[in-house]
């Protein structure tokens, strides 16, 4: 098995819990860590475990959670910059929270708002949070996200880095979830700034990292 990130070699590892066990994929190389593409949902039941998620705009936690987002990567940031929020989610609280915080936010998500409103444009920030876990081929979503990125932009992921050790990951909460395909930590984010332009401006090294486009 060759890693779907950077072709390199994979380890393969069985994982099982009550109600399932899959295979997983490690690369040795970039530590990106993939599930087979046999036990990928269909695009319908994707869609409705998304529509499950209780994150709703009226929760004032769940907007504190996204409050401390941009605290953390918008320090120092001017209110006239572009922004592109990239995967919303069924209703779009990080840019509404940002909205609140002064600035102005362009909004896509392949399901719940699929115009591709960015085409044509650059944007000094795009954020992406709690998305590239769901997209089993990233690498095609991340050029086009950095294709879109002015000089000197910032790109701001938020995913949950994966304990780069198979027992940990067996037992870690973030693998339940059967939307969560995809894994990645600082090593494999590191090689995709390498691969696109971006160099790491900074991370918390648990699930933010903070790219500029050189």
Known sequence: ????????DCESHQIKSKNWEKIYHRCLNCEFIF???????ESSE???RYEMHNNSIDDPLYRAYFQKFIDYAFEGTPKEVKILDY???????????LEENGYSVDIYDKYFSPEK???????DVITSTEVFEHIYDPMEALKEIADHLKPGGKLV????FHYNDWERFGKWWYIKDSTHIVFYNMKTMQWIGEKL???VEKDNNKNIVIFRKR
């Not at 098995?1 to 390199?8: D, E, F, N, Q």
């Open 197 to 199: 332009g971006l160099a």
């Open 35 to 41: 599930i087979d593409r046999e036990e990928l949902l």
């Open 1 to 8: 098995m060759k890693c779907k990130l950077c072709g390199g």
């Open 117 to 123: 409103k960015f085409l044509g444009k650059e944007y």
């Open 46 to 48: 994707e869609l409705e």
């Open 157 to 160: 992921i938020m995913t949950h």
């Open 87 to 97: 995967g919303s989610g069924p209703e779009p609280v990080l840019a509404s929270v």
